[in-house]
T-cell receptor
């Protein structure tokens, strides 16, 4: 399977704990995106990487959130001091580095903060 | 701020009925438009997209969408739905001038097709 993969698929944590999610994009894709989706809503943009450079961050991404893509391949999204409001599906997508191209989504990591 | 509105939150149809899901966006410049679908238990996948050219776009599984620039709309249609079309449908937009290509999604429409 050469699609976008995410790990873990599910994560349950207690409020105040730190969590880290991983995304492996399609190998030849330069662009990588993180989105967050809550129940009954469409995905909301969080952040964008072109290769290893993080070029845009949403205001949704508080200082408790940090994302990296150290070698321009896989990416991690860390949430520190989790809050119940962080419970959501975290989606990763990747695409080629051209305008109007398709973003391919991974299966997501569902986070539940108790 | 740019937004995307999907008018129908939950649609229930019988098999063979025709489908039209509304989508409007608020951005006035050049846009790229997408419809994504999420089948139960599966991840988001692209149904179709409009980048330029013919405003009537055909996608997978018999779906099509028409870009009407004057109405800021990109409605999704299918002449005859099947039970397997039961899914959640998302309209999304990127700004043509965007360097990042980030998608702005609507809130989604849940389609339930009764056999």
């Amino acid at each position: 399977d050469t699609g976008v993969s995410q790990d873990p698929r599910h994560k349950i944590t207690k409020r105040g704990q730190n969590v880290t999610f991983r995304c492996d994009p399609i190998s030849e894709h330069n662009r990588l995106y993180w989105y967050r989706q809550t129940l009954g809503q469409g995905p909301e943009f969080l952040t964008y990487f072109q290769n290893e450079a993080q070029l845009e961050k949403s205001r949704l991404l508080s200082d408790r959130f940090s994302a990296e893509r150290p070698k321009g391949s896989f990416s991690t999204l860390e949430i520190q001091r989790t809050e119940q409001g962080d419970s959501a599906m975290y989606l990763c997508a990747s695409s080629e580095n051209r305008a109007g191209v398709t973003q391919y989504f991974g299966p997501g990591t569902r986070l539940l903060v108790l | 701020a740019q937004s995307v509105s999907q008018h129908n939150h939950h649609v229930i149809l019988s098999e063979a009925a025709s489908l039209e899901l509304g989508c409007n966006y608020s951005y006035g410049g050049t846009v790229n438009l997408f419809w994504y679908v999420q089948y139960p238990g599966q991840h988001l996948q692209l149904l179709l997209k409009y980048f330029s050219g013919d405003p009537l776009v055909k996608g997978i599984k018999g779906f099509e969408a028409e870009f009407i620039k004057s109405k800021f709309s990109f409605n999704l249609r299918k002449p005859s739905v099947q039970w397997s079309d039961t899914a959640e449908y998302f309209c999304a937009v990127t700004r043509g001038s965007s360097n990042t290509g980030k998608l702005i999604f609507g809130q989604g429409t849940t389609l339930q097709v009764k056999p």
